[in-house]
């Protein structure tokens, strides 16, 4: 079992659309990240977050660490948002370890 | 500030040949992580500094990869000799004292044959 799981795998929606990622560790984390990595490769962090919920523009970013679970959430997508989302964890020596990402693609 | 500098941006080799990929972390920043992405594996750590000095290089793959960190403005990943399984997008990031935040450089794209 992987240390990080995200789900779905890939999504698609619909421009409008209110949509949700979901992240699962089964390690101890004193943080984590969302990662957004663009079609040209480039790899921005969205979110760092240890407990709550954090906000950007249309990114919404949750946790829960009892239960080892985060959500990010976009609203009112866009094809624009279309991109990989990686969920990643920070580990003991201070590495992250990363899930497997969600492609999401946003269509007009 | 101009970011995590990494170079060269694509790098195509024969299989056999050394590979020197570089990276310049952001000016102050004092950790710095190199990862491995493939289509298969996703995003790895391959070994982390900090202040220079080499934390954690449990991730390396075997001995033809080794990694390092002169002065606190450089890095280095060589690969000696490259085979095509290392053919993969290698990224460096880095980190400033007290912030759990990474930024990533734009990549290094290898492809071996």
């Known amino acids: 079992k992987n240390e990080v799981e995200q789900s779905p795998q890939n999504l698609t929606a619909q421009e409008g659309e209110f949509i949700t990622i979901n992240c699962s560790y089964s390690?101890?984390?004193?943080?984590l990240h969302w990662l957004q990595q663009h079609p040209g490769g480039g790899i921005v962090s969205l979110f760092m977050?240890?407990?709550g919920k954090k906000k950007h523009g249309r990114l919404i970013a949750t946790i829960n660490i009892q239960e080892k679970h985060s959500s990010l959430h976009i609203t009112a997508s866009h094809p624009r948002d279309s991109a990989v989302y990686i969920c990643?964890?920070?580990?003991?020596?201070?590495?992250?370890?990363f899930g497997k990402g969600t492609k999401l693609s946003v269509k007009p | 500030d101009a970011g995590v500098i990494q170079s060269p941006r694509h790098e195509v080799t024969e299989m056999g040949q050394e590979v020197t990929l570089r990276c310049k972390p952001i000016?102050?920043?004092?950790?710095l992580f190199w990862y491995r992405q493939t289509m298969m594996r996703g995003l790895e750590l391959l070994i982390y500094?900090?202040?220079?000095?080499?934390?954690?290089d449990s991730g390396m793959p075997e001995d033809r990869f080794s990694a390092k960190m002169p002065n606190a403005s450089f890095s280095t990943l060589k690969i000696q000799p490259s085979e095509p399984r290392d053919s993969a997008v290698y990224f460096c990031?880095?980190?400033?004292?007290?912030?759990?935040?990474?930024?990533f450089g734009p990549g290094t794209r290898l492809t071996v044959t």
């Open positions: 990031a880095s980190r400033g004292t007290g912030t759990y935040e990474q930024y």
């Open positions: 390690v101890g984390i004193s943080a």
């Open positions: 977050l240890s407990s």
């Open positions: 990643a964890v920070r580990g003991s020596q201070g590495n992250l370890i």
């Open positions: 000016s102050g920043h004092n950790s």
């Open positions: 500094f900090n202040n220079n000095v080499p934390i954690d």
